[in-house]
């Protein structure tokens, strides 16, 4: 029980602008399920890059967000195509 409550403290005090500021991120704070994670890339540049392009990429709750999309691009950012 109060690790639920942990949580939704936690959630209440996350926005969308404070979340892209970190290298994981709590989806719920978008409206989704799920964490993402940049800290597979190492170059900086190319993260921030990564997590600008994916701010401005997130369907509007209620959509549908395939896994495979994720990885299709996280493959193509990384391997620089």
Request: charged share 20%; aromatic share 8%; with cysteine.
């Amino acid at each position: 029980m109060l690790h639920g409550l942990a949580r939704h403290a936690r959630q209440a005090l996350l926005t969308p602008e404070s979340e892209i500021l970190g290298d994981v991120w709590d989806l719920t704070v978008f409206g989704h399920s799920g964490t993402v994670s940049f800290t597979g890339i190492t170059q900086p540049w190319l993260r921030e890059a990564g997590k600008r392009w994916a701010a401005d990429d997130l369907p509007p709750p209620g959509a549908v967000w395939s896994a495979d999309h994720g990885r299709t691009v996280g493959c193509g950012i990384t391997s620089g195509r």
